[in-house]
């Protein structure tokens, strides 16, 4: 009876293991796409900065932290559109599209005729631009959060860089 006992608690430990781990699993490719948005927001930022698409006053939030730091990048969580005209997202040429990710069917093939196109309704990018103390306005952090839903899980994650006026 105590072997029973302990048998069963050793195969109940290992099923509750393998669960947390399937569902970890599942979240996989979120965490791939989420890593790769926030990337791309920031590299868009200092590719901006560095063609001069952009002036260094522009690289700020619209509100941001006075509440009216005259920059063009929106405030708050945005969905994740189609970035407009400037190449940068979440600011006010944004596309009303959402952005899509085409990923490989059931034949894991990226390409062919079951490849499967979905919108990333579930995600939203927040990008907020502050100045950095005492580096009199030169200097910036650039944080970016994604949210996005993974099961009946809401996970956060977040990147945080610092860009210069210089190039």
Sequence with gaps: MMALGVLTVGVLGTAAVLARGMQHLSSS?????????AA?????????????K??????????????????IFLDGPQQLHNAGTDGLVD???????LETMTLPGK???????????????????EITIRDVANENGQLRSI???????????VKTYTLVTFISAFS
């Design 143 to 153: 944080t970016v959060n994604m949210t996005y839903r993974s099961g009946p899980t």
């Design 107 to 125: 034949d894991q093939t990226l390409g062919t005729t079951d490849d499967q196109t979905n919108a990333l309704t579930q995600y939203t990018r």
């Design 29 to 37: 490719p979120a965490d791939v796409i989420v890593t790769q948005k």
């Design 54 to 71: 952009v002036t260094w006053p522009q690289i700020k939030n619209v509100r941001g932290h006075t509440g009216n730091d005259g920059g």
């Design 91 to 97: 600011t006010a040429d944004d596309t009303t599209g």
């Design 40 to 52: 791309q927001a920031v590299e868009a930022v200092f590719s901006a900065r560095d063609s001069h």
